[in-house]
T-cell receptor, first 115, second 113 residues
Framework: AQKITQTQPGMFVQEKEAVTLDCTYD???????LFWYKQPSSGEMIFLIY??????QNATEGRYSLNFQKARKSANLVISASQLGDSAMYFC????????????FGTGTRLQVTL | EAQVTQNPRYLITVTGKKLTVTCSQN?????MSWYRQDPGLGLRQIYY???????DKGDVPEGYKVSRKEKRNFPLILESPSPNQTSLYFC????????????FGDGTRLSIL
């Protein structure tokens, strides 16, 4: 069975600072994909970034980067230069080979960006 | 515009009254899924479909039914809703493959009284 753990229920960060949201995962599959989604207060789920288990380089998408440490089974999201609009719930999720239709989600981290 | 459309967005109903939440996608995706989101639990998969006429249970299928008669549509059916099915529901779709992000609808907030 797959599991995603997000240990930070809530985080605060000042505007323009960088913040790291933690995510650890557990799977016995060698082939898997890791995703981060953002859920603003309006409720929709927005895909942010993807990292494959065989990718050697950390994924980056604009101000988002994924700090992938395979041996530690961690896939932390780094948001650089935080903006007020980054205030939202953030979910880490995983897809594994053979059950690729399913995303297993963590419980989420609520990020609040302050002035 | 590529999108996943769910209806209704909000519904308040009573125990035992059958309801259907519709989901439609216009991206020709093979995979479609239903999730429920509850505070402190993240999103949990209810059912998924790998293609037309192919559906399977997710982690929390009890009390729900689905069907996939057409590729674009994947309705979620609550035959006899109960208060513990009060939740925020999301439909999602994607192409096959581990690197394909699932695209989500805007969500349906169901309240079962």
């Amino acid at each position: 069975a797959q599991k995603i753990t997000q240990t930070q229920p809530g985080m605060f960060v000042q505007e323009k600072e960088a913040v790291t949201l933690d995510c650890t995962y557990d799977t016995s599959d060698q082939s898997y994909g890791l995703f981060w989604y953002k859920q603003p207060s309006s409720g929709e789920m927005i895909f942010l970034i993807y990292q494959g288990s065989y990718d050697e380089q950390n994924a980056t998408e604009g101000r988002y980067s994924l700090n992938f440490q395979k041996a530690r089974k961690s896939a932390n999201l780094v948001i650089s230069a935080s903006q007020l609009g980054d205030s939202a719930m953030y979910f880490c999720a995983m897809r594994v080979g053979g059950t690729a239709s399913k995303l297993t989600f963590g419980t989420g981290t609520r990020l609040q960006v302050t002035l | 515009e590529a999108q996943v459309t769910q209806n209704p967005r909000y519904l308040i109903t009573v125990t035992g009254k059958k309801l259907t939440v519709t989901c439609s996608q216009n991206m020709n995706h093979e995979y479609m899924s239903w999730y429920r989101q509850d505070p402190g639990l993240g999103l949990r998969q209810i059912y998924y479909s790998m293609n037309v006429e192919v559906t399977d249970k997710g982690d929390v299928p009890e009390g729900y039914k689905v069907s996939r008669k057409e590729k674009r549509n994947f309705p979620l059916i609550l035959e006899s809703p109960s208060p513990n099915q009060t939740s925020l529901y999301f439909c999602a779709s994607s192409f096959g493959g581990l690197n394909q992000p699932q695209h989500f609808g805007d969500g349906t907030r169901l309240s079962i009284l």
